[in-house]
């Protein structure tokens, strides 16, 4: 619609003006009118052309105005789409991220955790050795980092085999030496696979647990 108010600018306003040149110079310069500036329409016809064109050219001025704005419009309405799409792939990545940080948390707190008490199994005859309370350390604890825990256990499982039971205070110490050795293994994580850590710290806990029976 634009266009086509545009097209019809241009062809009314030559018309318009070849009407007004033909009074102008048609031989009206007498009466004063030449001599005297003076230039309003002398008949209808001619003043209705002069207004048809200052109308057309006024609608024409305005509809590019129109255009323009539209234009305008059109660019400000790309940028906030784009913006808006900017916006939803940043949500998507903070919620993969977050679900991501959760995810690692809760590997975090089964370090800690291990397994409950309940869900520990007996150590097996290859695991612990009932007659001699020889202990198989898993490889992880083989470790000779590791060695001043696993001599605690050594020697509380040597001597209930040779008495037949643990002393209260025998299980104080390994319940004590069995945290302190945890928290060890679990602020070392980064340094073990996940399965290996975690088998590892369950291990001791299944050591602890069996002086309980």
Same mark, same amino acid.
């Given at each position: 619609?634009?266009?086509?108010?545009?097209?019809?600018?241009?062809?009314?306003?030559?018309?318009?003006?070849?009407?007004?040149?033909?009074?102008?110079?048609?031989?009206?310069?007498?009466?004063?009118?030449?001599?005297?500036?003076?230039?309003?329409?002398?008949?209808?016809?001619?003043?209705?052309?002069?207004?048809m064109? *200052?109308?057309?050219?006024?609608?024409?001025?305005?509809?590019?105005?129109?255009a323009?704005?539209?234009?305008?419009?059109?660019?400000?309405?790309?940028?906030?789409?784009?913006?808006?799409?900017?916006? !939803?792939?940043?949500?998507?990545?903070?919620?993969?991220?977050?679900?991501?940080?959760?995810?690692?948390?809760?590997?975090?707190?089964?370090?800690?955790?291990?397994?409950?008490?309940?869900?520990? !199994?007996?150590?097996?005859?290859?695991?612990?050795?009932?007659?001699?309370?020889?202990?198989?350390?898993?490889? %992880? %604890?083989?470790?000779?980092?590791? *060695?001043q825990?696993?001599?605690?256990?050594?020697?509380?499982?040597?001597?209930?085999?040779?008495?037949?039971?643990?002393?209260?205070? *025998?299980? =104080?110490?390994?319940?004590?030496t069995?945290?302190?050795?945890?928290? =060890?293994?679990?602020?070392?994580?980064?340094?073990? =696979?996940?399965?290996?850590?975690?088998?590892?710290? %369950?291990?001791?806990?299944?050591?602890?647990?069996?002086?309980?029976?």
């Amino acid at each position: 619609m634009i266009r086509s108010l545009l097209l019809a600018s241009l062809w009314i306003l030559p018309l318009a003006d070849q009407a007004f040149c033909q009074w102008y110079g048609g031989g009206y310069y007498g009466g004063g009118y030449a001599g005297g500036g003076y230039h309003h329409a002398s008949t209808a016809a001619e003043g209705y052309a002069r207004g048809m064109a *200052d109308v057309i050219r006024s609608q024409g001025e305005a509809n590019l105005a129109n255009a323009q704005a539209l234009s305008g419009y059109e660019d400000a309405r790309a940028k906030y789409i784009d913006n808006r799409n900017k916006a !939803t792939a940043a949500y998507y990545e903070r919620r993969k991220l977050r679900d991501q940080y959760k995810a690692a948390e809760k590997e975090e707190r089964a370090y800690y955790r291990a397994r409950r008490t309940s869900e520990l !199994t007996p150590l097996t005859a290859e695991e612990l050795d009932p007659s001699s309370g020889k202990i198989t350390w898993p490889e %992880l %604890l083989q470790d000779p980092q590791y *060695d001043q825990y696993r001599e605690v256990f050594d020697k509380i499982f040597a001597q209930r085999a040779a008495d037949g039971i643990a002393t209260n205070n *025998d299980y =104080v110490i390994a319940v004590n030496t069995s945290k302190e050795w945890r928290q =060890v293994l679990t602020e070392k994580r980064d340094e073990y =696979v996940f399965n290996t850590l975690r088998d590892s710290i %369950l291990f001791i806990r299944r050591l602890e647990n069996d002086l309980s029976l």
